[in-house]
């Protein structure tokens, strides 16, 4: 599949970071997991961590397939409110898969933490603000769901919200536990930590059969080289689809620019949050670390071939929607990237075995907030390889 455009803004500004060499000969190992994008990457540190022989393969080079056009906003908020979860799995599970959400994000950032190494991550927070005034009675809805179950948020009326954020708008929901990362340098760095603990990486090396049976997995590649594993996990994000009978990801495209960097990033609007709307599809926007604004938006269903066509307009008019919004910032754009993502029924993420692949997980990010839902994939596999429950496996599992 056809997962991005040419030049996401992560691959210009690092280049590849890290090459490894492609499979020559047959191998044997405890774990393979196929597909080395953030969730593959999150995957390996996890069980390297945990003391697992494992082993990453990828068909790409490290981190170019979704990942590379991630905006890589870091939220706890699932693409469907709490209120609107709750109608659709019940209180129980909505609470828990936003509690979920909600404690991940410390997760992630005492990984990056442990990694030292450049990663991007910075807490900040995050604003979601009501795009028409119908909107504000379902915020509100939601901000009194996420108090119930212990989520903190701050409503910010029209006044502050013009006052904070310089935008002429009807107010919005205030939460502080947030952040932004560098998801193609956070792969990396989790590679490369996992690999000093003896993880073997093995890029550009296609997988073109998977054999399952009760004792073992085979996978072999394209150069018909052998990988013999006790167990497999799919992490090939939106690719992973072709492994399973049930259709569970609906296709979309979607665009993203970043700006020439400003002179300062300090203070542009309130801490600098990561900024979202309530309109369907969402506006977003957040600052990186090199002074520059990245916006995210304007989704639709085009083919990756008619999605890249659309970018230059599409880029028009993601910086005209900005400018609108804020317009005493001078956003001119740098560069500008279109990527495809998936999206679920019910805005969670597929983790789990499916019955026809035995020995088999897959961990699917799917979802507006994929790598929030990759460190509970790592996670919840990395606890059924070493035979323990997680209590959570079943909110995410194929037959919910
Ligand atoms: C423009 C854009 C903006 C986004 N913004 C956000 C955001 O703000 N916040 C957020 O949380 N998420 C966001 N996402 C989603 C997020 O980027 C994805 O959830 C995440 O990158 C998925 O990572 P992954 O590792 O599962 O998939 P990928 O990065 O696609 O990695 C899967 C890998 O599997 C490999 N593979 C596939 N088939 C094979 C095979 N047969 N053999 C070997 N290897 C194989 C591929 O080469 C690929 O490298 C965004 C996505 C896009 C496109």
């Known amino acids: 599949m056809d997962l991005r455009s040419h030049y996401p803004y992560w691959l210009l500004r690092h280049g590849i970071i890290n090459v490894y060499p492609p499979l020559t000969e047959n191998i044997k190992t405890d774990v393979v997991v196929m597909g080395g994008g953030i969730t593959g990457a999150l995957l390996a540190w996890h069980l390297c961590q945990a003391g697992?022989?494992?082993?990453?393969?990828?068909?790409?080079?490290?981190g170019m397939g979704s990942t590379a056009?991630?905006?890589?906003?870091?939220?706890?908020?699932?693409?469907?409110p709490l209120y609107q979860l709750e109608k659709i799995t019940g209180k129980k599970n909505a609470a828990q898969s936003y509690l979920l959400c909600y404690?991940?994000?410390?997760?992630?950032?005492?990984?990056?933490?442990?990694?030292?190494?450049?990663?991007?991550?910075?807490f900040k927070p995050s604003f979601q603000q009501a795009s028409f005034k119908k909107d504000i009675a379902g915020l509100k809805k939601e901000q009194a769901c996420r108090k119930k179950i212990g989520i903190?948020?701050?409503?910010?009326?029209?006044?502050?919200?013009?006052?904070?954020?310089g935008i002429n708008k009807y107010g919005g929901l205030l939460s502080e536990r947030a952040a932004e990362l560098d998801p193609y340098g956070f792969t990396h760095a989790l590679l490369y930590a996992a690999v000093q603990k003896g993880l073997r990486v093995f890029d550009r090396t296609k997988i073109t059969a998977i054999e399952h049976s009760p004792k073992k997995v085979t996978l072999t590649t394209e150069d018909k080289r052998k990988i013999q594993a006790k167990y497999l996990v799919i992490a090939c994000g939106y690719e992973s689809q072709q492994y399973i009978s049930k259709t569970v990801q609906r296709l979309h495209a979607t665009y993203a620019i970043v700006s020439e960097p400003l002179s300062t990033a300090v203070g542009l609007w309130y801490k600098n949050c990561l900024m979202w709307e309530t309109r369907l599809p969402y506006l977003y926007f957040r600052t990186t670390k090199d002074n520059r604004i990245i916006i995210g938006g304007k989704d639709d269903d085009k083919s990756p071939a008619a999605r890249d066509a659309a970018l230059p307009q599409k880029a028009k008019l993601l910086e005209k929607a900005?400018?609108?919004?804020?317009p005493h910032i001078a956003f001119k754009t740098d560069f500008e990237w279109a990527g495809t993502f998936a999206s679920t029924k019910d805005g969670?993420?597929?983790?789990?075995?499916?019955?026809?692949?035995?020995?088999?997980?897959?961990?699917?990010?799917l979802g507006g907030n994929g790598i929030t839902f990759g460190i509970l994939a790592?996670?919840?596999?990395?606890?059924?390889?070493?035979?323990?429950?997680?209590?959570?496996?079943n909110l995410f599992g194929f037959n919910r």
């Open 348 to 365: 969670l993420p597929y983790i789990g075995v499916v019955p026809e692949h035995p020995r088999t997980f897959f961990g699917l990010g």
């Open 322 to 326: 900005f400018n609108r919004l804020l």
């Open 69 to 80: 056009a991630s905006t890589a906003m870091i939220q706890y908020e699932i693409d469907i």
């Open 52 to 62: 697992i022989a494992a082993v990453v393969v990828d068909k790409r080079h490290i």
């Open 152 to 165: 903190p948020t701050e409503w910010l009326d029209e006044k502050i919200m013009q006052d904070r954020f």
């Open 378 to 393: 790592a996670q919840i596999i990395r606890d059924r390889i070493l035979g323990k429950k997680n209590v959570s496996e």
């Open 103 to 122: 404690q991940s994000l410390l997760d992630l950032a005492s990984i990056c933490k442990s990694l030292k190494a450049y990663t991007g991550f910075a």
